[in-house]
Structures are given as C-alpha cells and as structure tokens.
C-alpha cells in the first residue's frame, strides 16, 4: 500500500528553517518493535551504506535494500541538489534518528526536511515511472498583496521555467529559480525543481510535471510558500531565498525574471550564457 498522501498547513519559520522536526508522511504498514531485526537492517541499510553513499555521489542520491524477508529494509535519499557533502550526510543523520519517533516506527515513512528527502519502508517502492510518498505542505501565510492573479501568474511561469530547465539544462536534473517584481507584496519569487539520478529525463518531465498538475488542485493561489517532495522529484516555492549560495562546488543554475511595469506584458526568452535564463520585453501588449 502507498503512504497516505497529506496536506500540512505550517507557518513561514518552520518552512524556512526545516529545521528539528521533520515534516513526516506515515503509512498504513505494520509496526516495528525497538531493537527487532527489521529495524537493524533498516539503520544499518541507511546510515552504514546510503548516508555516505548519498553524501559523496555528485547526485546526491542514494537506494537501495537490506536483509532477508520478512524483514528486509528498503530506504532511498534524496538530498537537495545545491546541499554540500556535510549538509546532505547530516541531513540524513537527523533522519536516522527521527526515523522510529516520527511514524511510531511504522514500516512505511517518509520524512522531508529543508535539506533531503528520506523514505524507508519494508516493501519495494523504487519505481521510476511513479512517485508515491509525497510529502506536501503550505505556508500558513499568505501574500500581502492584493494582486493574486498577478502572484498566480509569476508563481506559475516560473515554476514551468524551472521544471523546464531542470529536465533540459541541468546535468543533475535540478535547478533553483528566481524571479523579480515590482509588486512589494511579492517583490521576488523563489523556486527549486529537482529529480532523482535513477529517473531518465522524460522519466523527470513527466514527474514533474504531475507535481506541477497537484500543485494546482493542492494549494491556495495565494500562499506565501509551497512544497511537494517525493522519492523521485520535488518541486518548492518561497517568497525567502533559500538554495546555497557559498559552496562552488554545489552551483546552482537559475532563471531569473524581472517583471516589467504593470502595463505591459513579457515574453521569456532564452539565454545559454553561464546557464542563466532571462525575461525581456519582445512586446509591449495592454493588461
């Protein structure tokens, strides 16, 4: 059976820190005792072999399975895609440990944090052409503006870009996104798109794609941030910047977009220069 999908309505800090407590999704599967075989193989399959497989790999990702049945463990990482080594094998240390407490040591569990996704269950949940186990959640704050068409609209275009560059342009099938208005109540928009290193890239477009069509039934327009994240892509948004800036070694593509005054339209264009995206007005149409 796959993990219950849930909406999770949380306030800005909690979003922007993802810090202590991670945002959980438990599943229907049985439970586990303390100190029982399932739950070595299980810690032992992620933080003895995924955690520096993850860490070190340029993906940042990892899977695999662990044990005979009935108890064998199966576990997959997937750290965000601008993290450094450090951030992504701490990340899913913290997911070592809230692993049993989070679901009542269910068998099935996902766990998303700011950094990483972590799902472990005791049955086979790999599947390329799926993505069951998405974790969702929305920013209990809304937009100060009263231009939620206009947010709708900016939110929306840059997510496509987003997707769009990470499926095409994107070595690691991940980008983050930004754009600029001159609204106050939204003066930037940030975005993040990314898919795991096993999935093919119209094994990516079509995931996120399907994580674009539940973010339009799943959220209000005009909440201040956003996220889905599942085992094979996740897609954010944030009115914070919140990708890495300090670690060259983790750079991040992006797409930049500056609104034009309220009476005229843009059209997004394309730029291959340093892997930057840009918007510039081709024509000048009245709202």
């Known amino acids: 059976m796959t993990i219950i999908h849930a909406l999770l309505l949380l306030a800005l800090i909690p979003l922007a820190?993802?810090?202590?407590?991670?945002?959980?999704?438990?599943?229907?599967?049985?439970?586990?005792?303390?100190?029982?075989?399932?739950?070595?193989?299980?810690?032992?399959?992620?933080?003895?072999?995924?955690?520096?497989?993850?860490?070190?790999?340029?993906?940042?990702?990892?899977?695999?399975?662990?044990?005979?049945?009935?108890?064998?463990?199966?576990?997959l990482i997937?750290?965000?895609?601008?993290?450094?080594?450090?951030?992504?094998?701490?990340?899913?240390?913290?997911?070592?440990?809230?692993?049993?407490?989070?679901?009542?040591r269910s068998r099935d569990v996902a766990l998303c944090y700011d950094k990483c996704y972590v799902r472990l269950a005791d049955h086979n949940f790999f599947d390329p052409n799926g993505n069951s186990g998405v974790i969702s959640s929305m920013s209990g704050l809304n937009i100060t503006s009263s231009d939620?068409?206009?947010?709708?609209?900016?939110?929306?275009?840059?997510?496509?870009?987003?997707?769009?560059?990470?499926?095409?342009n994107s070595s690691r099938?991940?980008?983050?996104?930004?754009?600029?208005?001159?609204d106050p109540g939204f003066p930037w928009i940030y975005s993040a798109a990314q898919c795991a290193a096993d999935l093919s890239r119209p094994q990516c477009r079509n995931c996120l794609q399907g994580l674009m069509g539940k973010w339009r039934t799943m959220f209000v327009r005009n909440m201040w941030g956003a996220r889905l994240a599942g085992?094979?892509?996740?897609?954010?948004?944030?009115?914070?910047?919140?990708?890495?800036?300090?670690?060259?070694?983790?750079?991040?593509?992006?797409?930049?977009?500056?609104?034009?005054?309220?009476?005229?339209?843009?059209?997004?264009?394309v730029t291959a220069k340093s892997g930057q995206l840009a918007t510039k007005p081709e024509s000048t149409v009245p709202l």
């Open 17 to 75: 820190a993802g810090a202590a407590s991670p945002l959980s999704l438990c599943g229907s599967r049985s439970n586990y005792s303390a100190g029982s075989t399932y739950e070595a193989n299980l810690l032992d399959l992620l933080l003895g072999t995924l955690r520096p497989n993850a860490s070190s790999s340029p993906s940042l990702f990892a899977k695999g399975s662990l044990g005979a049945a009935p108890d064998t463990a199966w576990a």
């Open 173 to 182: 099938m991940f980008t983050t996104g930004e754009w600029k208005g001159r």
């Open 231 to 269: 085992p094979s892509c996740t897609l954010r948004s944030e009115l914070f910047p919140f990708r890495n800036n300090t670690d060259p070694i983790y750079p991040s593509y992006r797409f930049f977009a500056e609104a034009e005054p309220a009476a005229t339209a843009t059209t997004t264009t």
């Open 78 to 104: 997937l750290c965000r895609g601008d993290v450094s080594a450090d951030e992504c094998y701490g990340c899913v240390t913290s997911a070592g440990e809230d692993a049993a407490p989070a679901c009542n």
């Open 148 to 168: 939620v068409e206009g947010y709708d609209r900016a939110l929306t275009g840059l997510l496509s870009e987003t997707v769009r560059y990470a499926v095409d």
